[in-house]
């Protein structure tokens, strides 16, 4: 990120007229572009998979999460603004590669090189983290869930769940393959996975409130801040985000991906829960 940070700023590009609005009007594309924007973000949230073997308990992880995001936040306008600046706005949108493009004006065919191989390695160390957390939450669904009971075994010998690891491994690699059939493997994972995603986000909101509701009884580990403004506004986002991502998918004519998604995990779940009350 640096190094495309220092080439963009070092070799900015012809400074040239502001492009005209589009017709779509700015609220209509801004939502559009938060869908991938926040995938920036994205694994914020597993952090909670992982807080119970996190030093200094429940004040341990609001800290990470607040520097983290306020890390990546800056980072972030940092790298969009280099780009925007080494390649110019027409640059930009032509290119196919913003960050190589960007280090091959500043480096040649080096820098071009360099940071092909540093997205990999970044791809990489990606990988090994979502696999952690993933592998964990397939565990836990393997012990609450009979149906699902081969995912909750723990290998003594690792010290992991290696059944877990494994069934993420071959649901990640199916998932790669089939993006792989496709001109546009990321635009085509997200015109099916969006519309899921920030659906379960949406419902995960929506429990806070009912389980407040129906257990107010119970004692609470951790306090939600600004309760009940903060919950409200995550479930007022996801539902725009979830209204947005329904219609970039209707758009690209992909919708009926995403609802057989949706309707293969309810099949999974009805046999779960007849599996679990047999």
Same mark, same amino acid.
């Given at each position: 990120?640096?190094?495309?940070?220092?080439?963009?700023?070092?070799?900015?590009?012809?400074?040239?007229?502001?492009?005209?609005?589009?017709?779509?009007? /700015?609220?209509? %594309? !801004?939502?559009? =572009? #938060? +869908?991938?924007? $926040?995938?920036?973000? @994205?694994?914020?949230?597993?952090?909670?998979?992982?807080?119970?073997?996190?030093?200094?308990?429940?004040?341990?992880?609001?800290?990470?999460?607040?520097?983290?995001?306020?890390?990546?936040?800056? /980072?972030?306008? %940092? !790298?969009?603004? =280099? #780009? +925007?600046?080494? $390649?110019?706005?027409? @640059?930009?949108?032509?290119?196919?590669?913003?960050?190589?493009?960007?280090?091959?004006?500043?480096?040649?065919?080096?820098?071009?090189?360099?940071?092909?191989?540093?997205?990999?390695?970044?791809?990489?160390?990606?990988?090994?983290?979502?696999? #952690?957390?993933?592998?964990?939450?397939?565990?836990?669904?393997?012990?609450?869930?009979?149906?699902?009971?081969?995912?909750?075994?723990?290998?003594?010998?690792?010290?992991?769940?290696?059944?877990?690891?494994?069934?993420?491994?071959?649901?990640?690699?199916?998932?790669?393959?089939?993006?792989?059939?496709?001109?546009?493997?990321?635009?085509?994972?997200?015109?099916?996975?969006?519309?899921?995603?920030?659906?379960?986000?949406?419902?995960?909101?929506?429990?806070?409130?009912?389980?407040?509701?129906?257990?107010?009884?119970?004692?609470?580990?951790?306090?939600?801040?600004?309760?009940?403004?903060?919950?409200?506004?995550?479930?007022?986002?996801?539902?725009?985000?979830?209204?947005?991502?329904?219609?970039?998918?209707?758009?690209?004519?992909?919708?009926?991906?995403?609802?057989?998604?949706?309707?293969?995990?309810?099949?999974?779940?009805?046999?779960?829960?007849?599996?679990?009350?047999?």
């Amino acid at each position: 990120m640096l190094l495309v940070v220092v080439s963009g700023f070092a070799n900015p590009a012809p400074v040239a007229a502001p492009p005209p609005a589009a017709s779509g009007g /700015v609220p209509a %594309l !801004f939502g559009t =572009a #938060l +869908l991938f924007v $926040l995938f920036t973000f @994205g694994g914020w949230n597993e952090a909670a998979y992982i807080s119970a073997e996190v030093r200094g308990g429940n004040r341990a992880i609001v800290k990470a999460l607040v520097l983290a995001l306020g890390l990546v936040t800056v /980072v972030y306008v %940092l !790298f969009v603004a =280099a #780009l +925007l600046v080494g $390649l110019g706005f027409e @640059g930009l949108k032509a290119s196919k590669q913003v960050a190589a493009d960007v280090a091959q004006k500043a480096m040649g065919t080096f820098g071009e090189k360099l940071i092909g191989a540093l997205v990999a390695l970044a791809a990489l160390t990606s990988i090994n983290a979502t696999m #952690l957390v993933a592998a964990r939450t397939n565990y836990s669904v393997g012990r609450d869930w009979p149906l699902f009971a081969f995912m909750g075994r723990w290998h003594g010998g690792r010290d992991a769940p290696v059944v877990a690891f494994v069934v993420t491994g071959v649901l990640s690699l199916a998932l790669v393959a089939f993006a792989a059939v496709n001109q546009s493997g990321v635009k085509f994972m997200v015109d099916f996975t969006a519309p899921v995603f920030w659906f379960f986000f949406l419902l995960t909101g929506i429990a806070l409130f009912v389980l407040r509701f129906r257990y107010s009884h119970v004692a609470r580990p951790f306090r939600v801040p600004m309760y009940p403004v903060l919950p409200i506004v995550f479930v007022a986002t996801c539902a725009f985000l979830l209204y947005k991502s329904l219609e970039f998918t209707l758009q690209n004519r992909a919708i009926q991906i995403a609802i057989y998604v949706m309707l293969a995990g309810v099949v999974v779940w009805v046999a779960a829960r007849l599996r679990r009350s047999a």
